[in-house]
């Protein structure tokens, strides 16, 4: 599996900008299929953006045209730009990387219209937006 470290999570107040970075500890021909969950308190794991290996996009329906995701490839670092931020958008957020089946009970989401699931997990970074 490949090691994945989030940064960039914060408190801001609604309306603000954050912008998160995922730093891989190497490349492997899986790992470019990429992606960001998050997980609210006492909600479960939600799929936000995602880049499949062909580096096409997709986004849930609640952050088009506030979040952007990107990956530097060269860098080895995802990143997740969250402009206009609300307070529903409070949660931890995860990068993952090594797309696949998703396994019983995994964390999945649909990237270009097939549901997959994840092998590779960073630890999380909290985003706490006030209203």
């Keep these: 599996r490949v090691h994945l470290v989030e940064s960039g999570g914060g408190s801001v107040q609604a309306g603000g900008s954050l ?4 730093a891989a500890s190497r490349n492997t021909a899986s790992q470019y299929c990429w992606s960001w ?32 995701i990107s990956v530097d490839s060269a860098k080895k670092i995802l990143y997740l730009q969250m402009n206009n931020l609300k307070p529903e958008d409070t949660a931890t ?39």
């Design 93 to 131: 957020y995860y990068c993952a990387a090594e797309c696949g089946i998703p396994g019983a009970g995994q964390p999945s989401m649909v990237v270009s219209g097939v549901e997959v699931g994840f092998e590779s997990w960073g630890q999380g970074t909290l985003v706490t937006v006030s209203s």
């Design 37 to 68: 969950f998050r997980q609210a308190p006492g909600k479960r794991y939600e799929g936000v953006a995602a880049i499949d290996p062909d580096s096409k996009i997709t986004y849930i329906d609640s952050v088009k045209g506030r979040f952007t």
């Design 19 to 22: 912008t998160l970075s995922c």
